[in-house]
């Protein structure tokens, strides 16, 4: 039986050498709790999670059982180090797009993708103010040689990721392309050429960036609450107390919501909770969530994304919208269709997707999780083999990191997952929309000093 994902942790991931794509370790899987069908271990590629905001944690001496804990390349600091390992599942977290040529050579040899957008000659579009500071929440318009527009929003950092064979409805006269942007009181236009591979288009604005009071951030879950997820649905409800405290402390103002899916003929396919900062109110609202259905392998993964993409109530006042999509199954095969428009919908939102693959996820499911989340600029985090449990087949595990063979990894619990990522979303405000982990080269192929990383990117202001 599948394991918990009790206080699911956040992996903290060496500044290091290459993280190659690799099998996990050859251990008879576990059944899935509740199916008939057994998950195959995942194959997963993983890089060292540059620009990423790591748990943080006290060092202790490794010991024959617990080498060196790596730890992640860029980072926006904890409010407080813990002071021990927090009990929980062991989890690996990496970013294909700070390791984006790597992550195409995956693409290559996955295989079951097909579905997914073309993700070749990615851009950057990044909206800065007269000051050079990011422009969160600006609409951009890509055009060409036709008719059609095709729309993104920027986040936190200013920078929105547009990939230009997903638009092929525009056209493009001469290979040009026209992004434009009317935001904060200040329109701006850049011409890039839509076939130049890996590049920065640069909007800069004559207007000063306005920000009255705490930023806010949307935080969503969008959680399979089938038969097989009950003890990780447990682990959420017992941890909002925990992420209300620690949210409270961020700096921000925070806006919490849910979706639950479940799969097609169940009680029902989708449940949202609306996003709100009343915390006590939502933790009411989903203290009755419960595990149940499912009973084949792949769930109604498609509608749980799209129900929050386009049903919850995202605010147009937030600097930030993220999506956690927490998982142990793959979407159904025939319905892959739908995930391109999802996905493109989720761009025009500015809506970035957080994946975390529960112990037991399958190949095609990791493909997946990987494929959401790179598209939409976020990471995506794995429970590790045996670290839900003995029995637990994990979902995909890395095999190096700089300075050799990583096997212990710092553990922390689902709060401090959330908190980091929003404390990362507070931290772009400050930093350098310019610096980009992952462009033109791989994070993991630069020497470790030479990486690109958020925290010294974070200047006082």
């Not at 992550?103 to 000659?121: E, R, S």
């Not at 969503?220 to 209300?244: C, P």
């Amino acid at each position: 039986m599948k394991r918990s994902l009790y206080l699911l942790p956040l992996l903290i991931v060496a500044c290091g050498g290459s993280m190659n794509s690799a099998s996990a370790p050859s251990e008879a899987p576990a059944a899935r709790g509740g199916r008939n069908a057994q998950a195959a271990p995942a194959t997963a590629a993983m890089a060292d999670g540059a620009g990423e905001a790591p748990v943080a944690k006290a060092p202790s001496a490794p010991t024959p059982d617990a080498p060196r804990a790596p730890q992640a390349a860029g980072s926006a600091p904890m409010a407080a180090p813990v002071a021990q390992e927090q009990p929980g599942v062991k989890a690996g977290e990496w970013d294909d797009n700070a390791n984006y040529r790597e992550f195409q050579k995956y693409l290559a040899t996955a295989g079951q993708v097909a579905y997914a957008p073309d993700i070749t000659h990615r851009t950057f579009i990044v909206v800065r103010d007269a000051e050079g500071r990011a422009m969160p929440q600006c609409r951009v318009t890509i055009t060409g040689a036709t008719d059609t527009a095709f729309q993104l929003r920027t986040g936190a950092s200013g920078r929105a990721l547009f990939f230009p064979r997903t638009a092929t409805a525009v056209g493009a006269e001469n290979n040009e392309l026209l992004a434009s942007t009317s935001c904060g009181g200040a329109t701006g236009t850049a011409r890039f050429r839509a076939e130049a591979e890996d590049q920065v288009v640069d909007i800069r604005l004559g207007t000063k960036r306005v920000q009255q009071g705490l930023p806010v951030i949307d935080v969503a879950f969008v959680l399979d609450t089938t038969g097989s997820m009950s003890e990780e649905i447990a682990s959420v409800k017992r941890t909002i107390a925990q992420v209300t405290r620690n949210l409270a402390q961020a700096g921000v103002r925070v806006r919490i919501g849910m979706v639950e899916y479940k799969d097609h003929g169940d009680s029902f396919v989708t449940k949202g909770y609306p996003l709100t900062e009343d915390v006590g109110r939502f933790a009411l609202d989903v203290s009755n969530v419960s595990a149940g259905g499912g009973g084949d392998v792949p769930e109604a993964v498609e509608e749980g994304m799209s129900y929050a993409v386009n049903n919850l109530n995202w605010s147009s006042d937030a600097v930030s919208h993220l999506a956690f999509l927490i998982g142990d199954a793959p979407p159904h095969a025939e319905r892959l269709g739908a995930f391109p428009g999802v996905l493109r919908e989720a761009q025009r939102k500015g809506i970035t997707f957080h994946t975390i693959a529960a112990s037991g996820m399958d190949q095609m499911g990791q493909a997946f999780w990987r494929r959401a989340a790179q598209y939409t600029g976020g990471t995506n985090m794995f429970v590790l083999r045996g670290g839900a449990g003995p029995q637990s087949t994990g979902a995909g595990d890395p095999i190096s990191s700089c300075g050799g063979t990583q096997r212990n990894y710092a553990s922390g619990n689902l709060d401090q997952l959330i908190l980091g990522k929003v404390q990362r979303e507070a931290a772009f405000l400050r930093a350098d929309p310019l610096r980009i982990p992952g462009l033109l080269t791989d994070e993991n192929a630069r020497p470790c000093d030479k990486r690109t990383t958020l925290s010294p990117l974070v200047a006082a202001k």
